[in-house]
């Protein structure tokens, strides 16, 4: 058998994917899909701008991945100056990464018009630069802006620009369709032109934008003619239509025979499994919902209604899947309440170690009930605790702890004695624990925060059970259900134990369906507690 090729993955959700409108990453944001990225496996994780800003300047203060190689992103040298005496390229070639990626001009009337330089001052600033990442110990890179459409105007000048850079020892020569209006048979035929010139594959990447809707299949068209490094994005976010999305990508190389059988890449099967959840946890990231279209990952991937197709897909699943849901961390959805869909909800409950037999009415009850919340707004998927509570509580299997008999919530805003706006919240929460009733009144950061502190205030015999738990998340989404919107918030909480779950609360208030999504946290930590240390039930 002959030796696959390699294919490498650079990504670039945190410094192109950041072009996207209304994203903007806080540092922590960052490290959290460094990690992410880290997980999925991918070769190179593109960090942004040093120097341009505070966030990316402390984001490259160390080096934020494990496995990955950490890049930074800069200009090339400018034009007049030495590349002793650029403070731009010296901030790159100090920054805690790996390796540089230079974005370069490779079309003539963009050096001329945006950087206002000569044709051989742009080559110089190349070969300067990849020299000087080379000196600094870094792996050096070139993202040839606007390759194609300079390719087009004058193919001399884009090649001599790959050129430069490939005979000054750059790693990787990155073709960019930066405006994303390239075809898949032009990416073919420039990527073969750019090979046969005497560059080789091997230093070859490709950077697709969708503005066409083919970012993925321009990506692959440059592998088929021999390009070796694909650029792209989490999901695809980016600028306009966006960047490629490797969450497409990499399963494709991976599970289909035309890209398998002849090339490998940095990632095993046991992580193309984690791949929907990465994708997952990224939108939730962006406080986005996942696109249930989304190929490989969306909760529609492998989903069947009702019909011919579902009775088939049961029967021989192969028969309407392209490849099997499992290989993705994704999982075939029949979406009618039938043997298939009582067999997932059994699975599911059993995964939480809750043992049901399917002929137990109960079951029924529960399936129709979780359809009917999920009509209302109510997300179990990304609940799993609310959904578990759900679950035992139809089982009969969890006990009344405690009982709120109200709840009162204020927020004023008034100017104090200096003059100085303030907002404040206070609220009152009844409870009733053991027959005996407490009021309790807190403050807080806003209206959520104080129902939180008066909810836990005074919990009698449970208030040290629930001492060590918090709030860590908390996200809102308005949703269009028919004529009325109503209003959907998730609650992330943790506790000592290291434990995480979210809980979710429907309101045409939002306030109401915070108050829930809270009381499925406490509830759902009292209940694990007693599963965790085998309390009894009381
Ligand atoms: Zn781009």
Redo the contacts with the bound molecule.
């Keep these: 058998m002959l030796k696959k090729e390699r294919i490498y993955l650079f990504d670039?959700t945190l410094r192109?994917g950041q072009q996207t409108p209304g994203v903007d990453f806080s540092v922590e944001d960052k490290i959290a899909i460094a990690q992410l990225l880290d997980e999925l496996g991918v070769d190179y994780v593109e960090g942004g701008y040093p120097g341009a800003n505070p966030t990316d300047t402390e984001f490259f203060s160390k080096k934020r991945t494990r496995r990955a190689a950490f890049v930074a992103f800069g200009m090339t040298k400018r034009a007049g100056v030495s590349a002793a005496n650029d403070p731009g390229l010296a901030l790159l070639t100090q920054a805690e990464s790996d390796a540089v990626c230079f974005v370069a001009k490779s079309w003539d009337y963009h050096v001329r018009v945006a950087l206002g330089a000569t044709n051989e001052e742009n080559l110089e600033g190349i070969r300067a630069s990849v020299a000087a990442a080379r000196a600094a110990g870094k792996e050096a890179m070139v993202d040839c802006e606007h390759f194609f459409d300079g390719y087009k105007a004058n193919p001399d000048y884009a090649l001599a620009c790959a050129k430069a850079a490939y005979e000054a020892g750059c790693r990787w020569i990155v073709l960019?369709d930066?405006n994303g209006g390239t075809q898949p048979h032009e990416v073919r035929a420039i990527v073969s032109a750019v090979i046969a010139a005497g560059i080789p594959g091997t230093h070859l990447g490709i950077?697709a934008?969708d503005d066409t809707g083919q970012a993925v299949a321009n990506s692959l068209a440059a592998v088929e003619a021999g390009a070796r490094q694909i650029q792209g994005t989490l999901n695809g976010i980016?600028?306009r239509c966006g960047?490629a999305n490797l969450v497409t990508i990499i399963p494709t190389l991976m599970l289909k025979p035309a890209y398998a059988d002849r090339f490998e890449i940095g990632i095993t099967e046991g992580e193309l499994e984690g791949i929907s959840r990465v994708s997952h946890a990224f939108d939730e990231l962006l406080n986005r919902a996942p696109d249930p279209q989304a190929p490989y990952v969306g909760s529609s991937a492998f989903a069947t209604k009702a019909g011919i197709h579902a009775s088939a897909i049961l029967k021989d699943p192969q028969t309407y899947e392209h490849v099997a849901p499992e290989r993705v961390g994704n999982a075939r959805r029949v979406m009618v309440s039938d043997q298939g869909g009582k067999a997932n909800f059994i699975a599911e409950l059993a995964r939480r170690g809750i043992q049901v037999d399917k002929a137990d009415p109960r079951l029924d009850t529960l399936i129709s009930l979780v359809k009917e919340r999920e009509a209302q707004g109510y997300a179990y998927e990304g609940a799993d605790a609310s959904f578990e509570l759900l679950a035992r509580r139809i089982l009969g299997k969890v006990p009344e702890f405690f009982k709120v008999d109200g709840f009162r919530c204020m927020v004023e805003r008034r100017f104090d004695a200096r003059g100085n706006l303030k907002t404040v919240s206070e609220a009152v929460v009844r409870v009733t624990i053991d027959g005996e009733t407490r009021l309790s009144v807190a403050e807080g950061h806003g209206p959520v925060n104080a129902l939180d502190i008066a909810l836990r205030k005074d919990f009698g015999k449970y208030q040290a059970e629930i001492a060590d738990m918090a709030l860590t998340d908390y996200k809102v989404r308005i949703l269009n259900g028919g004529t009325d919107a109503v209003t959907r918030v998730l609650i992330e909480s943790h506790d000592s134990t290291g434990d995480r779950w979210w809980t979710v609360g429907v309101s045409d208030n939002i306030i109401d369906a915070s108050f829930q999504a809270l009381m499925d946290s406490v509830v759902y930590k009292l209940v694990k507690n007693r599963e965790r240390t085998g309390l009894a039930a009381e």
């Design positions: 670039t192109d960019c930066t950077h934008h980016g600028e960047n």
